[in-house]
Structures are given as C-alpha cells and as structure tokens.
C-alpha cells in the first residue's frame, strides 16, 4: 500500500457525490475549472496508509453521452486522465436509476467501486438491499455508507488507498445488448485492426458510442482512425441494417437494454418490506406543491430568505464593519503616513485596494446566511420543486426557475444587492440561463440605486412621489426579462442549455454537519476569489482614475493654497501652548492622528457614559495641549485646528475631483458628451457617472451640486451648470437619468461579481458594456424623443413605461427555442420534464 | 402559467413590504461636545461618504430639526431640552435612529 491514487467520484445529481467528496478528503479541497470551460472541478486529498489519494469530484451526471457539457467533461477525465479507480456513488433509495449510469461507468472499462450511499434514507422506505449479491452480478466491490453520518468513510478510503496495489482490474461484467451483438462485434474487429485507434479507448465502448451516434465518439474516430472513410461507410451500414431488421434506432435499443438490465439488477438485489405505503414525501408534496398553498409557502419562503440574508445579515454585517475598518486601519498604519498636502503612491494604491477588498469581505455574514439557508433547502429537496414551480414563465424570456432567487436577492423591486444576487446564480443549473441571470441581476434595484432614485423623486417629482418611486420599482424588471430574452437569442445563443430535467427528491431533515460544510466551503472559495479577483480589477481602476493626474500649474495652485491655510493656522495659534507644540509638518501630522485615535476610541464606547469619559481622561493625560485642540469646541486652539482640517478636507477633495476630471476616466466622460448630450447628460454628469461606479465616494452629494439639490430636498435652481453653460435641468433630464441609472450596473463590486461567477473576463467587461450602452440609449431615447414630442418628465416616464410593458409581453409571446439537441436522452421515470 | 402569475403578484407584494433591504448598511455616531451641541458623524459600511445624507432631529412626532450632513459628513446641532431623538436619513427605510439618552459627552 503506497504511492499515489487517482481516483475519480462519479455519480447522478442528489446521489449524495458530494457529501462522500467532503467525508473522503475534510477540508483539504481545491477547486479549478476543467480545462476551457465553465464546470468546476473540485479536486480532495486524503492519506491512507502509505497511499496519497488524490479525489477528483466529476460533475454529477445521468448519463455519459455527449449530450451535456457536464456528461463530456466526466468522460473525457475517465478516458483521457485514466484514474486508477472510479467510485460511483449510487442513491441507495432510487437504485434502479442510478444504476443507469453505473452501466455506462462499467462499459469504459475501469476499474469501479460502488458506493451505495444513502442507506439511511432507502431503509425508511423500507428496502432491503443485498450488497453482497449487487457486488457478485456487477464483479465491482460495493460498500454500502451513509454519507451524512459518516458511516463507511474508513471502509471507503481503505478500498481507494488499495486500487493502487492492483492497477487496471476492471469488472468482467458483460451487458448483453442482445440483438445489437452481432454489429458490436464486428465493428469491434473492424476497430482493432485500426493501429491508431487501438489505445485511445475501450474498443467495445467506441464500438457502442458509435452504433449510438455519439458526437463527441464520432469526432475521435474520425480524427483518429486511420482510414475514417471506410470506418464510416461501415458504420453507416450497420445502423441501417439495423433499423430496418428491428424498427428501431440502434440508439434507442441501446438505452432500453440499459434499463432493462438496470431494472433486473435491481430487482434481484432490492426487496421492498412494506409496499404500497405512500411515502412522507409524497404527503408532504401535497401540501408544498398544493395548486393554492404551494405559491403562498413558497413566498414566505422567499421572504424568509431576503430577510434573513439581506436583512439581518445587513445588520450582522454593520457589526463586523467597525472590525474590518480597525483591521484596515492598523494595516495603513504600517505605510508610509500621507502628509499635510502630500500622499505617498503606494499608500494611496494600497489603500484603495483595501478598501475594495474590504467592500467584498463586507458581505462575508450575508453570504453566509445565504449560503446556509441555501444548503438547508437543498438538503432537504425544496430547491427544485421551488424552481419547477416557477419555470414555465421564466423559461419564456430565457431565464430558468432557479433564476428567481438571486433576482430577487438582487433587488427585484426594491433595496436589494446585485453582489449576492450575483454569487446565487450558481443554482441555475443551464450555462445560458446562468448567463442571462448573472447579466441582468445588476439591473435589479440595488439600495444605492434606491437611494438616489429617492432624492431624484423628491427633488423632481414632489407631486407624484408615489407613483415615480412605482414606476422605477417595477420597470426595472420589465426591462429586465425582455433583455434576458434577447441575450439568449443573440450572445448567448448557442450556449448549452439542458431541457428542464429537474428530479424532485424525497426530502430529507437536513443535517448541521452538511450545511455548515457546505456554508464555510463556498465562503472559503469566495475569499480566495475575491483577492485574486480584486487585485486586478481594482489596480486597473485606480490607474484609470489616477493618471495622468494634474497639470504642474494646477498642482501648484494646490500646493499654494494648502501652504496658506497652514500659514494662517500657525499664525492663529502664535504664543499658545499649541503654537509651541506645532513647529513643522510633522508634528501637526502627530495631531491628526491624535484625532482620529480619538475619533475611534469615542465612537467604541459611544452609549456609555462611564467609557466615554475614560477615554477623556486618558487622551488629556497622554497630551492636554492636544486635546484642548480636539475637544473644547470654543477653544481657540480648537477653531484654529478645525478650520486648518476643514481647509484641507475642502483642497484634498478639489485636488481629488482635479484629478478625476484630468484622468484617463474623466477624458472618457468628455469624449462621450457629444453623445451623451442628447440624453440630457454633459461631461461632468459622464464623469460623475463613471467615478460613481469606481468609487461611489459622496456620489449622492456629487449628483446633487450637479442637479441643484438643495439640503432640504428640493430643486434649487442649476447652481452649478448655469456657470458652466450646460444643458437646462428639467424633470425630463431627471427621467432620463432615473433610467440610465437603473440599467447601469451598480457598483464595481457587483462587476468583480460578474467575473466571479463567469470565470471569464470577457463577460465583465460584457457585464459593464452593455448596460451602459443601453442605459444611453434608454436616456437618449427619453430625453430627446420625450422632448421633441414636447413630453414632460412625467409623462414621458408612462409612455416609457407603455412600450416597455409592450416588448416585454412580445418577447414572451415568442415561440421558446428547443433546447441544443445532441443525441436525445432517454428520461428515467422520476425525473420530470418539461 | 396562471399559478406562476398568481405567485408573481403576491411575491412582488410581499417583497414591496420588505423594501426595508439593506446592504451597505449606514453607519452614524453622535456625540455630546459638552456645550451644548450635539455633532455627528455618518458613512456607510462600504466607506462611502454620507455628505448630503438627510438628518433629522425629532422630540416625539415633532420634528424639531431638519438638515443634511455636509461634505465632510459631519452635522452638528443645538442640543434639544428633554428627550429626542436623532435620524440619519439615507432614503426610505435605511435609517439610523439614535436615542439621544444614548448620546453621551
């Protein structure tokens, strides 16, 4: 017993592949992608022994044609990777299915272990399975276990560790295709003349694949075989012959075969104790897919959802806040400090990649009640009835039942967030409608957006508070659908889709054990994520806002005016105790920091008196002529040291906006405003815009100098672009940007999301492209064409809303596309289709 | 069809009553300057600024004060005779109510 294993775990959805996966190898797992697609490949190690097990979790299929991406990138690992052993882990409780693909797994070949899992559950239904009698029909070992009690894990482990010792014994087992033979055989003689072919794979296998039409075993032998023309003519014949003997595509008799043996294999090994008893399932369906109580438990259950992640866990996530900023600060604190008028490149850089880091790392509680919650209704089976329920209108705009959640999460009327409504895509289980999801959560109304709609409404439409804040809530998602439907028919068309093969499994109690492993699992795979992610993402956009910064001229005027206020507060404080404690720069910057030591100690133990005023005490008797500065607001030292931090406050944020205005992004926001013009939008709205999404920093304050919002909430006048000449602020304009805004994506969280999700860059920056171009021409659209036809604000927004409403209806009425076709599966009872 | 409608209706319903979402939760603190004036600070969880954020000081249903944080997120006030009790507005059901019992020097 030593070396190294490569062992494979293969198994149906819901077989509990998983929950052996974790029991196997604990916490020593890595997840990757197979190579140039979007499936994850969970790799686990465990020792045992003298062996060194290295776990590779496949995709959970049905089958092993080539019908899926997730069935071609199993199979493909089986043939190309040549695992020592594969373990297939089978649901005790559903074996005649399950066994299916067991078949299948025996054709290839390989060495097998059957797992036969779930044990627990296929006693409650009363069977009684002969292990001893499965393991001599199929000539493979079987252990029988019951993951989420971790029984059988040592068994399991030692018959992996051994697979080394005895390399390539694969199971003598023979499935009879019966009138199928005779071509099995001669095309099997026909392949093993083929020298090139001969290693690649089981030439019994091929010879099957072939006869069934297989695409991905068609390619191989045709890039293989050294004489594919003749190979083909001969299997060509054959597959006629057959049909016209027996009426039947070979492909099909293949699949009855299958079953029929999986049927008798179960029958000779399952005995059922107390049959014709319904099941607590089926009663429980009763009431949960009940034609009237299902819907209403279904909401609360969305409810429950949204309050408890977003919600509560916004609340959880306010408490861990203050911890992150302390961690941030006192990582700051090791870079070089910013000076009064100068700050330091790399602490500037290192501290905006914190803070992005620290923007993600925030939502750490939510996603994990998200996470939990998520696991809980997946152990216990609600998941895909919750889905199925909800199909038949998604699948209308190219979105899928499991696509309800995360739009939800997202916002789906208002006060979401896009960032785990983004990270709950990975339960719709079709790439294409995982894509649209991902691409059209961010179009959810999301609280930042929610935010600034609420002051845009105030200010503009104070009489039709009610109705604009109806109007933004809900034409976001009617927006949204059709947009989801003309993804998919155009860049996302040709994605895989899989028919809505959804299995309702029997519920199960769920077990803390498993959800909290599957909780902490993906919360470690999101932080891993994250700071690889962020790295990138976040330096890019710090470059873009930073270079190539402000004119020497500009600089200078900076640097003056900062030397003046300083000039004035040394002047100020002249003959004070404070003027002799501050003699150069460094010691007032020993003041700020004074403060801010101050700031932080005060607002920990805000609400108790007691604490409040030992952190007085404590700063006055560390440095009383400091404190007098931070703290009696009529002292003199007081004033001088807050009108000196205002001053510098007011230069840094205008050297700020300088340099955002001269950077790469804010030349972006003038090179647009020909466009952008025409939906009421100038340079400085572009640049706003553009800045808000990279660093959302005193966006609403920015926005409301820019529209003429006054403090109390109402439209002043354009204050700010009357100077500049701009275009006239109307309740239109307000419209127009209302819209923009809800089609742009919300944060660069969200985007990093998008990345997350996807695996490819390609789709960020699709992510951001998109709605940006839409949002436009949405604004364009309003602005300009609501104006020409002499629209106010008001109206305009419903004969937006009209049309809108109108596409969508049109988009759904849309005949829906097939699903991609490859060789049609044969569906297993228990699994329904749509 | 009809079902997933019906469930469409009440879900948006339900979560109309939910708005209360939030998920940069706002942040204030407030304290006593010890003469006479209350000062107070905002942001949000993801460090963004609260300049421009409404503020609102109340004693009961009167509303005794209204403003806005200025750009540097700061908002001071005269402090109010009796109880009262201070709002940090950043836009319908995101708010921060602070106690001024709680609000110490």
Redesign the interface.
């Known amino acids: 017993m030593s070396g190294r294993v490569l062992a494979a775990l293969a198994g149906q959805p819901n077989s509990g592949k998983s929950t052996i996966f974790n029991m196997l190898t604990g916490a020593r797992q890595f997840v990757a992608n197979y190579p140039g697609v979007t499936v994850e490949k969970k790799v686990g190690y465990f020792s045992q022994d003298a062996a060194k097990v290295e776990l590779v979790d496949l995709p959970g299929t049905y089958s092993l044609t080539s019908y899926s991406m997730e069935e071609r990138v199993a199979r493909d690992f089986i043939l190309d990777d040549n695992p020592s052993v594969v373990l297939n882990v089978v649901d005790a409780s559903n074996l005649r299915r399950n066994l299916y693909l067991t078949m299948q797994l025996m054709e290839m070949d390989i060495p097998l272990v059957v797992d036969l899992n779930m044990i627990d559950v296929a006693r409650k239904k009363g069977y009684e399975i002969d292990d001893a009698a499965l393991s001599k029909l199929l000539g493979v070992s079987v252990v029988v276990t019951d993951g989420k009690r971790g029984k059988g894990r040592e068994e399991l482990r030692e018959l992996l560790a051994r697979s080394s010792d005895e390399p390539g014994r694969a199971s003598p087992f023979h499935l009879d295709y019966g009138p199928l033979e005779p071509a099995i055989g001669r095309l099997q003689r026909r392949l093993s003349l083929d020298e090139s072919l001969k290693d690649r794979c089981p030439r019994r296998w091929l010879a099957i694949k072939l006869l069934e039409g297989d695409e991905n075993a068609l390619a191989l032998a045709k890039n293989h075989a050294s004489h594919w023309g003749e190979l083909a003519d001969n299997l060509e014949r054959e597959r006629q012959e057959y049909e016209r003997q027996f009426t039947l595509p070979p492909a099909q008799h293949i699949a009855f075969k299958r079953h029929e043996v999986s049927d008798n294999i179960a029958r000779q090994v399952l005995r059922v104790k107390h049959p014709g008893m319904r099941s607590v399932t089926d009663r429980v369906d009763a009431v949960l897919c009940n034609?009237f109580a299902?819907?209403?438990i279904?909401?609360a259950v969305?409810?429950s959802l949204?309050?408890l992640a977003?919600?509560q866990g916004?609340?959880l996530?306010?408490m861990v806040?203050p911890y992150l900023g302390q961690a941030q600060a006192f990582l700051e604190n090791l870079l070089p400090a910013p000076g009064y008028m100068h700050e330091p490149m790399i602490t500037s850089l290192s501290s905006w990649f914190m803070?992005s880091v620290?923007?993600l790392l925030?939502?750490i509680p939510?996603f994990f009640i998200l996470f939990a919650l998520v696991a809980i209704l997946e152990d216990v089976g609600y998941m895909p009835r919750m889905a199925f329920?909800?199909d038949?209108?998604f699948k209308r705009f190219g979105l899928h039942g499991n696509s309800t959640l995360p739009l939800?999460l997202g916002?789906?009327?208002?006060?979401?967030?896009a960032?785990?409504g983004v990270m709950a895509c990975r339960a719709v289980p079709d790439e294409r409608a995982r894509l649209a999801t991902i691409l059209t959560v961010p179009l959810m109304n999301?609280?930042?957006k929610?935010?600034f709609y609420?002051?845009l409404v105030g200010a503009f439409f104070p009489d039709h508070q009610a109705g604009a804040?109806f109007f933004i809530?809900?034409i976001t998602l009617i927006m949204a659908l059709p947009i989801a439907r003309v993804l998919t028919m155009t860049v996302l068309k040709g994605r895989e889709t899989a028919p809505f093969i959804m299995e309702m499994p029997t519920y199960h109690l769920p077990t803390v054990r498993i959800v909290l492993t599957r909780a902490f699992e993906r919360i470690w795979i999101y932080i891993k994520k994250v700071l690889t992610i962020v790295a990138a993402v976040a330096v890019v956009i710090w470059a873009l806002l930073q270079f190539p910064g402000v004119s020497d001229t500009q600089k200078a005027d900076f640097e003056q005016r900062g030397a003046a206020a300083f000039t004035k507060f040394e002047k100020a404080i002249a003959g004070m105790p404070l003027g002799k404690a501050i003699n150069n720069e460094g010691d007032l910057m020993a003041l700020f920091a004074f403060r801010e030591d101050y700031?932080a100690e005060?607002?920990a133990a805000?609400?108790?008196?007691q604490a409040?005023?030992g952190v007085?005490a404590k700063f006055e008797a560390t440095n009383p002529v400091f404190f007098d500065a931070v703290?009696?607001?009529?002292s003199k030292a007081y004033k001088a040291f807050d009108r000196l931090r205002?001053a510098r406050?007011?230069i840094w944020?205008e050297r700020q906006q300088a340099r955002i205005n001269s950077s790469l992004l804010g030349r972006a926001g003038k090179f647009l405003e020909p466009v952008s013009k025409y939906a009421g939008f100038d340079w400085r709205v572009n640049v706003a815009m553009l800045s808000s999404f990279a660093a959302?920093?005193?966006?609403?304050?920015t926005f409301?100098a820019l529209y003429g919002i006054g403090?109390?909430?109402r439209y002043v006048g354009a204050a700010m672009r009357n100077s500049a000449g701009g275009i006239p602020i109307t309740p239109l304009n307000a419209t127009a940007l209302m819209l923009f805004m809800a089609l742009f994506p919300p944060c660069l969280?969200t985007i990093i999301m998008v990345r997350v999700a996807t695996r490819r860059t390609m789709w960020m920056l699709f992510g951001f492209a998109y709605p940006s171009v839409l949002g436009i021409a949405v604004a364009i659209m309003v602005y300009s064409g609501g104006g020409a036809l002499g629209l106010s604000g008001w109206q305009a927004m419903w004969v937006y809303y009209g049309l809108a409403l109108l596409f969508a209806i049109f988009m759904g009425a849309l005949p829906v596309q097939k699903p991609t076709q490859r060789t049609k599966p044969t569906l297993t009872k228990g699994a329904y289709i749509q | 069809m009809k079902k997933a409608a019906i469930f469409l209706g009440m879900a948006m319903l339900v979560l109309g009553l939910a708005a209360g979402a939030m998920a940069h939760s706002p942040i204030c603190t407030c304290y006593d300057n010890g003469d006479g004036t209350i000062s107070c600070e905002g942001g949000f969880s993801d460090g963004s600024s609260a300049a421009g954020v409404n503020m609102y000081v109340k004693q009961g249903d009167k509303t005794l004060l209204k403003g806005a944080m200025n750009a540097d997120s700061e908002f001071t006030f005269k402090k109010p005779q009796g109880e009262y009790k201070v709002t940090f507005d950043a836009g319908e059901g995101h708010q921060v109510v602070i106690n001024g019992k709680d609000i110490v020097e």
């Open positions: 034609r299902g819907p209403i279904m909401c969305f409810y949204f309050e977003v919600n916004g609340r996530a306010a806040t803070t620290s923007a925030v939502y939510q329920m909800l038949r209108i939800i916002g789906i009327y208002v006060g979401g967030c960032v785990p999301c609280l930042a929610t935010a609420i002051m804040m809530s809900t700031r005060k607002a805000s609400g108790n008196r409040s005023k007085d703290k009696h607001r009529h205002k406050a007011h944020r959302r920093e005193s966006a609403t304050a409301k403090n109390d909430g969280a």
